[in-house]
């Protein structure tokens, strides 16, 4: 039984990895491929740069969350030593403050002020 679910742990962790990665390549390639053409061709060449960023960085976002996902299922179920947890703590500690810098990046802001909809009218 042990067994069974330590395999099944491990399938789940390469698939979560996977789709973590492909979320991040596919925004990157639509980041840098389709955005700037659909912006041109929209006469928005002047907010290309900010579009890419914006685009790219919410992809690398949605990946960090899967990749971090993937590392909590890895420790957990498979490997669940001290060292695995300090190493996945480090990883965490990582990957959150990578996410807490792209969010500022992103919006100008922490994530727990709130959006800010003024600049919405």
Same mark, same amino acid.
């Given at each position: 039984?042990?067994?069974?679910?330590?395999?099944?742990?491990?399938?789940?962790?390469?698939?979560?990895?996977? *789709?973590?990665?492909? #979320? &991040?390549?596919?925004? /990157?390639?639509y980041?840098? @491929?389709?955005?700037?053409?659909? $912006?041109?061709?929209?006469?928005?060449?002047?907010?290309?740069?900010?579009?890419?960023?914006?685009?790219?960085?919410?992809?690398?976002?949605?990946g960090?969350?899967?990749? *971090?996902?993937?590392? #909590? &299922?890895?420790?957990? /179920?498979?490997?669940?030593? @001290?060292?695995?947890?300090?190493? $996945?703590?480090?990883?965490?500690?990582?990957?959150?403050?990578?996410?807490?810098?792209?969010?500022?990046?992103?919006?100008?802001?922490?994530?727990?002020?709130?959006?800010?909809?003024?600049?919405?009218?």
């Open positions: 039984m042990v067994d069974t679910v330590s395999t099944l742990a491990e399938w789940s962790v390469a698939i979560i990895e996977i *789709v973590g990665i492909l #979320i &991040i390549a596919v925004f /990157a390639s980041a840098l @491929l389709v955005k700037p053409v659909v $912006l041109f061709r929209q006469g928005k060449a002047e907010t290309i740069f900010r579009e890419i960023r914006q685009n790219l960085g919410r992809g690398i976002l949605l960090l969350e899967f990749l *971090v996902a993937a590392d #909590i &299922i890895h420790t957990v /179920a498979v490997e669940l030593t @001290l060292q695995a947890v300090a190493t $996945l703590a480090i990883v965490v500690v990582i990957r959150t403050f990578l996410s807490f810098a792209l969010e500022v990046e992103l919006t100008g802001r922490w994530p727990w002020q709130g959006a800010d909809h003024s600049q919405d009218a």
